[in-house]
T-cell receptor
Framework: AQKITQTQPGMFVQEKEAVTLDCTYD???????LFWYKQPSSGEMIFLIY??????QNATEGRYSLNFQKARKSANLVISASQLGDSAMYFC?????????????FGQGTRLTINP | NAGVTQTPKFRVLKTGQSMTLLCAQD?????MYWYRQDPGMGLRLIHY???????AKGEVPDGYNVSRLKKQNFLLGLESAAPSQTSVYFC???????????FGEGSRLTVL
């Protein structure tokens, strides 16, 4: 079975600081993908970044980077130079090859609050 | 440039009433999904479809039915709503080339 664990229900960070949101996963699939989504207070789900299990380098998208440590089964999201607009709920998700139908399994989420 | 569209956006039901949530996507995606989001539990998969005329159960299918009569539409039905079905419901579809999941804006359902 696939499982995603986000151990930080909430985080508070000062504006302009970097922030790391933790995500650990459990899977027996040799091939899998890891995703991060942002959900602002308006409710929509916004795709942020993707990491494939065979990717040699950590994924980056602008201020977002994914700290992928395969041996530790962790896929932490790093946001550099945080902004007030980064305040939102963040979800880590995984898709394993054995899941079929490209289904995603989500973690519980971390609510990030950026303080001015 | 609609992407994934869900209707209605908000609905209040009384226990025992029935309703249908409609999801429409204009990206020609084969795979479509219905998730529910509850506080502290993330998103959980209710049902999914891998193509027109097919449906399958996800993690939390009880109390829901689905239909995929047309490729672009995926309907989620509640035959007899219960307060435990109060939730935010998200429809999504997958781009087969990238595997990226595209979400609708969500539908907030309250069952009294």
């Amino acid at each position: 079975a696939q499982k995603i664990t986000q151990t930080q229900p909430g985080m508070f960070v000062q504006e302009k600081e970097a922030v790391t949101l933790d995500c650990t996963y459990d899977t027996s699939d040799p091939s899998y993908g890891l995703f991060w989504y942002k959900q602002p207070s308006s409710g929509e789900m916004i795709f942020l970044i993707y990491q494939g299990s065979y990717d040699q380098q950590n994924a980056t998208e602008g201020r977002y980077s994914l700290n992928f440590q395969k041996a530790r089964k962790s896929a932490n999201l790093v946001i550099s130079a945080s902004q007030l607009g980064d305040s939102a709920m963040y979800f880590c998700a995984m898709r394993g090859a054995s899941q079929g139908a490209q289904k995603l399994v989500f973690g519980q989420g971390t609510r990030l609050t950026i303080n001015p | 440039n609609a992407g994934v569209t869900q209707t209605p956006k908000f609905r209040v039901l009384k226990t025992g009433q029935s309703m249908t949530l409609l999801c429409a996507q204009d990206m020609n995606h084969e795979y479509m999904y219905w998730y529910r989001q509850d506080p502290g539990m993330g998103l959980r998969l209710i049902h999914y479809s891998v193509g027109e005329g097919t449906t399958a159960k996800g993690e939390v299918p009880d109390g829901y039915n689905v239909s995929r009569l047309k490729k672009q539409n995926f309907l989620l039905g509640l035959e007899s709503a219960a307060p435990s079905q109060t939730s935010v419901y998200f429809c999504a579809s997958t781009d087969p080339n990238t595997g990226e999941l595209f979400f609708g804006e969500g539908s907030r359902l309250t069952v009294l």
